[in-house]
């Protein structure tokens, strides 16, 4: 892996799937952080980076720190089931990876990895959400980390197509939702401020990078990059069992301060700001929603950028843009539940992110 150069703050631009609904908020539905898959990145006939004496590999420290992580979850929160993708020195797939913790229905998923570079003087930790830009200084980074999908026998087809060589491969995350994207991003902003407590103090930032393994996952998902084997500084805490167990213990305050939060729900789903009428406000061909109206729809994927109206990243439907914050969802409006959910039974072959809404008071909740 070559380095990543200084990430300053958050990359705005969002492009990611998410193929599953959006959360309910834990008022309405006792929702609690009940699973979190940890996942050892690399093992098996696939070590990761390796030291330059060939004697440190990768695999190891990252499947170390992520028992550490589990035990330490599982001493605090008996009642936390937690997964790991692998326990053993084994090789799996990015795709089953993320469908480990897909099957299990888990409310946070854990990349564990460490960094590499050509130059001895990179050094540091970063955190990654998932999303697209082609002016992201992490692209080699993704390439050496979706590399793996090539030792596949069959990848092309598993992974739709997908060449980690290719730049024009990544432009497939263009028109993918972002439907964990605040809960993502609150994880990965926790572990970038326990972890600048050390041992590995200096933080590359946290930024939005098209690793595949955090596409196809349904859940709040953050790959973390613990230190860069090349320096010589990062390698000697990497290589220490107090240094990785401290790394973990980081990882682990981050999840305890994400847990509190998730379980207090925060209102992710807020689909407009209120204007300066106490107005909802649509997008291009859009329209006005009182503040006290309901409405139904199907939600089918964010962007960062407005779309004009018949664009043809809507299929032939009649989609309106609704900004919040920064972002614009795109939502097809119906008259009622019942004709959301058949909808949703048609938008879901085009659009597998999609899913059926409910509008009100300024706030989206899934039907």
Request: charged content about 25%; glycine content about 8%.
């Amino acid at each position: 892996m070559k380095a990543l150069r200084h990430t300053c703050g958050i990359i705005l631009v969002l492009l990611l799937m998410a193929v599953a609904r959006h959360p309910a908020t834990a008022e309405n539905t006792g929702l609690k952080l009940k699973t979190v898959v940890i996942d050892a990145g690399h093992g098996g006939k696939d070590p990761g980076c390796v030291s330059r004496d060939g004697r440190v590999q990768e695999k190891n420290i990252n499947l170390d720190i992520a028992k550490k992580l589990g035990a330490k979850i599982s001493a605090a929160y008996p009642d936390v089931k937690v997964i790991y993708t692998r326990s053993t020195d084994v090789y799996v797939t990015l795709n089953n990876r993320a469908a480990i913790a897909n099957r299990n229905n888990a409310n946070l998923f854990i990349s564990i990895h460490v960094n590499a570079a050509g130059s001895s003087q990179a050094h540091g930790f970063s955190t990654h959400i998932l999303g697209y830009d082609k002016l992201s200084s992490n692209m080699d980074v993704c390439r050496r980390e979706n590399s793996v999908i090539m030792l596949e026998e069959d990848y092309t087809t598993d992974y739709q197509g997908f060449d980690p060589n290719d730049p024009e491969s990544f432009i497939f995350f263009n028109l993918m939702q972002n439907a964990f994207y605040e809960q993502s991003l609150t994880f990965a902003a926790e572990a970038d401020r326990e972890m600048a407590k050390g041992p590995v103090k200096h933080s590359r930032g946290v930024s939005q990078d098209p690793f595949w393994v955090l596409w196809s996952t349904k859940m709040p998902a953050v790959l973390v990059e613990v230190g860069f084997m090349s320096n010589a500084s990062d390698q000697k805490i990497l290589n220490s069992s107090a240094g990785r167990t401290e790394i973990a213990t980081r990882l682990f305050d981050a999840f305890r301060s994400f847990k509190v939060k998730y379980d207090a729900s925060l209102d992710y789903e807020t689909l407009a700001e209120p204007d300066s009428r106490g107005e909802l406000t649509s997008g291009k061909g859009g329209s006005r929603v009182s503040q006290g109206s309901v409405e139904y729809g199907v939600q089918i994927f964010v962007l960062s950028r407005e779309l004009g109206k018949g664009d043809k990243a809507f299929k032939g439907y009649d989609a309106v843009a609704v900004k919040s914050g920064k972002m614009y969802k795109y939502i097809i409006k119906v008259s009622s539940a019942e004709e959301a959910r058949a909808l949703y039974r048609k938008t879901r072959r085009a659009f597998p992110g999609s899913f059926p809404v409910k509008i009100g008071n300024g706030v989206v909740s899934a039907l």
